[in-house]
T-cell receptor
């Protein structure tokens, strides 16, 4: 069964460093998403991406964040200068398109900023 | 701004008992999702509810949606220990390109 994959599973970085989190969505999906979950808290939407552009973003997704689909398979989230409060689990999700509503989530990347 | 509230936040129950988790949301939407999350794991899709009056069942779990009341319920029948997890509801915005999650209900089923 196709699934969303994410790498790395755990990333430790120092405050102020740049990180790139990588996702491979399900191959025929058209819509891609990033969410985050601070430990013990609810899941928060960051950004959605369709047709090579951002279609929606939340207040959390400020200028420190960017997304890219550099090739036909990868979808990346970059944090330019990490802060302690960026420590969280980051989930990538994808879905198939109009009329196909279910979002499939990847296993997540745990980001720890020290 | 869409707000989604779940209750209870924590639920401890005995095996064999029934219970309902409630999900209220603040603005019009006709797409509601239920997810299960085990500790340290990702989100597993349980149900997608797409219209008023929608009811879906899988095993001991049944979900329903009342769009007029802006309320969804997740009913657990004859709980078993394997159902112990955190359950999240999530509501889509009108464009369908953003999910707003509730705070989650941590369910513990005691053997």
């Amino acid at each position: 069964e196709p699934e969303v994959t994410q790498t790395p599973s755990h990333q430790v970085t120092q405050m102020g460093q740049e990180v790139i989190l990588r996702c491979v969505p399900i191959s025929n999906h058209l819509y891609f998403y990033w969410y985050r979950q601070i430990l013990g808290q609810k899941v928060e939407f960051l950004v959605s991406f369709y047709n090579n552009e951002i279609s929606e973003k939340s207040e959390i997704f400020d200028d420190q964040f960017s997304v890219e689909r550099p090739d036909g398979s990868n979808f990346t989230l970059k944090i330019r200068s990490t802060k302690l409060e960026d420590s969280a689990m980051y989930f990538c999700a994808s879905n198939g398109g109009i009329g196909l509503h279910e979002q499939y989530f990847g296993p997540g990347t745990r980001l720890t900023v020290t | 701004e869409l707000k989604v509230e779940q209750n209870p936040l924590f639920l401890s129950m005995q095996e064999g008992k029934n219970y309902t988790i409630y999900c209220n949301y603040s603005t019009t939407s006709d797409r509601l999702y239920w997810y299960r999350q085990d500790p340290g794991k990702s989100l597993e899709s349980l149900f997608v509810l797409l219209s008023n009056g929608a009811v879906k069942q899988e095993g001991r779990l049944m979900a329903s949606l009342d769009t007029k009341a802006r309320l969804s319920t997740l009913h657990i029948t004859a709980a078993v220990h394997d159902l112990s997890a955190t359950y999240f509801c999530a509501v889509a915005n009108n464009a369908g390109n953003m999910l707003t999650f509730g705070g989650g209900t941590r369910l513990m089923v005691k053997p």
